[in-house]
């Protein structure tokens, strides 16, 4: 089957660094995607990552192990604008390139 | 480039009844995707269409069908409402090239249905 496990809520100061864990169990894997949606507007996309490593996009980056069912979002010198959710959302093989499977999302919270 | 639209934005329906929900692509996107996002849920795939075809599926019941017309545009439909149809169903497009790249689905505002 398929899972993906992601914390439900964190809270952050202004201006600190947080990390946004996400562990996936999927049959095959082509692709983790991550996305920001604030409340009662549309998921955006902010990261794609289909090979280990970090992939860099100015004050936001994301990693990925493969082998270790493993992805993190590092957003880096919060703003309050950043409070969302954050939703990871992985690609299997199977079922084409278009259907994504998503974790219940990480609802952050930034405090001044 | 006008984003993905999908209408109405708000629905109210009783038990019983169903719904057309409408979403128009990005132009030159030929992939709609349809999801449902509930609280307790999070956001679940409905299913995708290319090119007036459906191209993948979820795990949702038959009451829940769609379609692509030559256009791109499409519809989902939902019939004999259930109170746990309540939910936000949003839709995706991308270009559904079949790239093994990113192929980034970019998202419509959705629709909030809700089933009294």
């Known amino acids: 089957g398929q899972n993906i496990d992601q914390p439900t809520e964190m809270t952050a100061t202004e201006g600190a660094i947080v990390q946004i864990n996400c562990t996936y169990q999927?049959?095959?894997?082509?692709?983790l995607f991550w996305y920001q949606q604030h409340a009662g507007e549309a998921p955006t996309f902010l990261s794609y990552?289909?090979?280990?490593g970090l992939e860099e996009k100015g004050r936001f980056s994301s990693f990925l192990s493969r082998s270790k069912g493993y992805s993190y979002l590092l957003l880096k010198e919060l703003q309050m604008k950043d409070s969302a959710s954050y939703l990871c959302a992985v690609r299997g093989i199977t079922g084409g390139y278009n259907k994504l499977i998503f974790g219940a999302g990480t609802r952050l919270a930034v405090h001044p | 480039k006008a984003g993905v639209t999908q209408t109405p934005r708000y629905l109210i329906k009783t038990r019983g009844q169903q719904v057309t929900l409408s979403c128009s692509p990005i132009s030159g996107h030929r992939s709609v995707s349809w999801y449902q996002q509930t609280p307790g849920q999070g956001l679940q795939f409905l299913f995708e269409y290319f090119s007036e075809t459906q191209r993948n599926k979820g795990n949702f019941p038959g009451r829940f069908s769609g379609r692509q017309f030559s256009n791109s545009r499409s519809e989902m439909n939902v019939s004999t409402l259930e109170l746990g149809d309540s939910a936000l169903y949003l839709c995706?497009?991308?270009?559904?090239?079949?790239?093994?790249?990113?192929?980034?689905?970019?998202f419509g505002p959705g629709t909030r249905l809700t089933v009294l």
């Open positions: 990552n289909v090979l280990d």
């Open positions: 995706a497009s991308s270009s559904g090239s079949g790239s093994r790249r990113n192929n980034e689905q970019f």
């Open positions: 999927t049959s095959g894997f082509n692709g």
